[in-house]
């Protein structure tokens, strides 16, 4: 399981750095723009040169409407600034065609630039309370769009997390249909070290994290800490190793 981590800023992206060796994912957003809000080209710029080079970056192209034009444009945009992981949010999408027009606009514009670019088609475990496409749906519409990955995060960030949305058997499925797709599933959505044993469980290819290693585990007014990512990632190995040596027995 890939660990994936949301600084909100080039400070805390070098906070990041000093704990590089126990992520593998530096992931850029902006918070205060929605759950999957984009940021400037310019910070994804100077967050590339702030993390090492071998550790890629993701950036969020936003919280997307269905205006696949636009939305491809941004994607190019977030590739052209250094980002190697490109992720959508599919908010104003109410139905899979319209997922998917916006997805392939996404991979083409992209992977046109970059071939070897990562896209991620990302949707809500919250769906039903903003109209957008069932999570179950992700994974589709990431196969049919020529994506990478399919995820899921939260999109009202007021407290409830992903397994009060979508619990462990339904995103244990959701996992179940992106590698039946040959894609990856990631999973976020203020997701604590008391959910890792599930998301092992699971299958999960990547996990997505921001409150669970800020300063009192508030993803808002906490700034992130390298040794609570240090301590996550501890957690993470701690349950892979539990569950391969379950396995083999």
Not at 29 to 52: M, T, Y
Not at 87 to 104: H, N
Not at 206 to 225: H, K, M, N, P, S
Request: charged residues 25%; contains cysteine; glycine residues 10%.
């Amino acid at each position: 399981m890939l660990l994936l981590i949301s600084p909100d800023g080039v400070e805390e992206a070098r906070d990041c750095a000093k704990a590089a060796e126990h992520l593998d994912i530096v992931d850029v957003k902006k918070p205060d723009e929605g759950s999957l809000g984009a940021n400037f080209p310019w910070v994804i710029r100077e967050i590339r040169d702030a993390v090492p080079a071998d550790k890629p970056v993701s950036a969020t192209v936003g919280d997307v409407p269905y205006k696949p034009g636009t939305v491809a444009q941004a994607a190019l945009g977030a590739a052209v600034s250094g980002a190697t992981y490109i992720k959508v949010g599919l908010y104003g999408c109410t139905t899979p065609d319209q997922a998917i027009d916006v997805m392939r606009g996404v991979v083409r514009a992209v992977k046109d630039y970059r071939p070897d670019a990562f896209v991620v088609a990302s949707g809500y475990a919250d769906a039903h309370r903003i109209g957008c496409v069932n999570p179950l749906a992700l994974p589709g519409i990431a196969l049919r769009s020529g994506s990478d990955a399919a995820m899921l995060d939260t999109a009202v960030k007021d407290g409830t997390r992903l397994f009060d949305h979508v619990p462990p058997d339904v995103c244990a499925e959701f996992v179940r249909l992106a590698h039946e797709a040959d894609l990856l599933a990631a999973l976020a959505g203020s997701v604590k070290v008391a959910d890792l044993g599930e998301l092992t469980r699971i299958g999960t290819d990547i996990v997505g994290v921001r409150g669970a290693v800020c300063e009192g585990g508030d993803r808002t007014t906490g700034r992130i800490q390298p040794h609570l990512v240090a301590a996550f990632r501890a957690e993470m190995d701690r349950h892979a190793r539990e569950y391969a040596a379950a396995a083999a027995n």
